[in-house]
């Protein structure tokens, strides 16, 4: 799959289908721990909760593009989008975000209904589909594929096919954030967020939320970044800055009888500020304190050079409590989730 970078990522429940609850509940001890499975024995039960939830993130998850018409010509051939950037990363305040099925894994030899008519079922909605079949299914696999009814198959008595799964489950749930905030992402990036269309930032969050064990991340506006949260609902922000957002910065400080130091280190490009008491920018409100409000630079050159740095988020940017993974997980499976989370 090619590096990408989609405009917001959270973990998500992961369905298995399978008749026999001792083989799901088997199979879910044996997949990642730090992923919550959801299993369902009955074909027509498993239908009517994706519906449902589906249903509840359609009414609740507004996107944040609104697409007009030029007013004075009343033409539809003149649209324009109104994006409201904030409510990207104010999703997080939405405690049912990781209650949403991002992953169907589904058996195919099943009595009320194959994996495959299950997938059917459920087409039109955008869950991604894994099927796993028997030695003797592999000619209907493959043709449900090509049917684009499942996003992939896998022979149950393959030696690796745990291993498989859990890798295959992970990057469906990439590429079914990828999908649905595509357009969005094509929207953004023409303009103030051209770092989301480059594959060399998408690698770079791909290794700091593995060095720093985010689990989710959002798009944020101001000043323009990353926010990434933790399994126990900590926040970090990733500030992005490039030559010319610097000069920016270094033109409003210079405006506002900066400190010369501060106004030297911004015109050679020697650090990152992220001015949080003073909604980002330098103000003289922040005077000789500049300097608790700045970080050194790492540098990733990818379409072009990007100057970036993680601070703690400040409490007051967010609109309220978090509701982290990790109390999801202790919610939905016990105790359980407490040595995953650590």
Known sequence: MDNQLSVYYHPTVTLLIDDSQSFLDSLAFQLNPRQVYKTFQDTGAAIEWLRR????????????????????????????????IERIYRKVMNRQRFNMAAVLVVDYAMPQMNGVEFCEAVKDLPCKKILLTGQADEKIATDAFNRKLIDCFIKKNDP???????????????????RQTGTLKDLLSR??????????LAV???????????????????PPGILF???????????????ASLISHFEIAQDQGAPPDLLAALREFRLVPFFSA????????VGDDWLSYCLPPQICRG??????AVFDLPPHYLPGVVYPYAEFMRDQTGGLADAASR
């Open 53 to 84: 939830e589906h249903r509840y993130f359609v009414s609740r998850q507004a996107e944040p593009v609104e697409v007009g018409y030029d007013e004075l010509t009343n033409s539809f051939g003149r649209r324009n989008a109104q994006i409201d």
């Open 160 to 178: 690796d096919a745990l291993a498989r799964l859990d890798a295959e489950i992970t990057n469906l749930q990439k590429d079914f954030f990828n």
């Open 191 to 200: 303009h103030s967020y051209a770092f989301l269309a480059d594959p060399a």
């Open 204 to 222: 770079l969050v791909e290794q700091l939320c593995r060095r720093y064990r985010f689990v989710e991340y959002y798009l944020f506006p101001n």
């Open 229 to 243: 949260f933790d399994v126990q609902g900590k926040a970090s922000l990733m500030v992005i800055e490039t030559e």
């Open 278 to 285: 003073t909604g980002g920018v330098y103000l003289n409100a």
């Open 303 to 308: 379409q072009e050079d990007y100057y970036w």
